[in-house]
Antibody
Framework: QVQLQESGPGLVKPSETLSLTCTVS????????WNWIRQPPGKGLEWIGY????????????NYNPSLRSRVTMSVDTSKNQFSLKMRSVTAADTAVYYC???????????WGQGTPVTVSS | QSGLTQPASVSGSPGQSITISCTGTSNDVGIYNLVSWYQQHPGKAPKVIIYEVGKRPSGASDRFSGSKSGNTASLTISGLQAEDESDYHCCSYTRSGTWVFGGGTRVTVL
């Protein structure tokens, strides 16, 4: 049973870069779609983007939510079985619980991390 | 991309059936049978209960069922139980190769 765990700072200043990492255990990070999804307080879920890990290379195909594309970058580290999110120029609107999740065969998000809260405030 | 449209809240009495709608467009719900539904209890991560419109993953209750007509997908909960009180989110794959969620529906068991 694959398990995912998010990690990163819980507080980020406005205009700075939010950086989160998701560690995958119990399975390989290769050949799956790995996603970031967030949930602002009291609101619904918002898909941020995915990275598809190709073999043992630290590269992969990515696709991002059009509304966030200009500020988001995802990367993967196969040696550590981790993937990461960087979101630049954050504002208070980026305050949310951030989840990492696995997408199986483009059909569903079958495994989720527990979520990590991030607050954007000075 | 705009989010999918769900009712903010739905309620029902124990034993009843309720249906939650999820309306998208011909660029997402209407074009692919890749609609999934997620149950989320307070403070917890979402959990998939329906995928590919009407399929249930292993372990999901058979009281959950899904369907789709045109640009609208639906989740039906039969034999409503207290444990079903939760938030429910629909999600669809889109023509652009991205995913889009609905705003979520709070289900209350009266």
């Amino acid at each position: 049973q694959v398990q995912l765990q998010e990690s990163g700072p819980g507080l980020v200043k406005p205009s700075e870069t939010l950086s989160l990492t998701c560690t995958v255990s119990g399975g390989s990070i290769s050949s799956y779609y790995w996603n970031w999804i967030r949930q602002p307080p009291g609101k619904g879920l918002e898909w941020i983007g995915y990275i598809y890990s190709i073999g043992s290379y630290n590269s992969g195909n990515t696709n991002y939510n059009p509304s966030l594309r200009s500020r988001v970058t995802m990367s993967v580290d196969t040696s550590k079985n981790q993937f990461s999110l960087k979101m630049r120029s954050v504002t208070a609107a980026d305050t949310a619980v951030y989840y990492c999740a696995r997408d199986v065969d483009r059909k569903r998000f079958d495994s989720w991390g527990q979520g990590t809260p991030v607050t954007v405030s000075s | 991309q705009s989010g999918l449209t769900q009712p903010a809240s739905v309620s029902g009495s124990p034993g009843q059936s309720i249906t939650i709608s999820c309306t998208g467009t011909s660029n997402d719900v209407g074009i692919y049978n890749l609609v999934s539904w997620y149950q989320q209890h307070p403070g917890k991560a979402p959990k998939v209960i329906i995928y590919e419109v009407g399929k249930r993953p292993s372990g999901a209750s058979d009281r959950f069922s899904g369907s789709k007509s045109g640009n609208t997908a639906s989740l039906t909960i039969s034999g409503l139980q207290a444990e079903d009180e939760s938030d429910y989110h629909c999600c669809s794959y889109t023509r652009s190769g991205t995913w889009v969620f609905g705003g979520g529906t709070r289900v209350t068991v009266l």
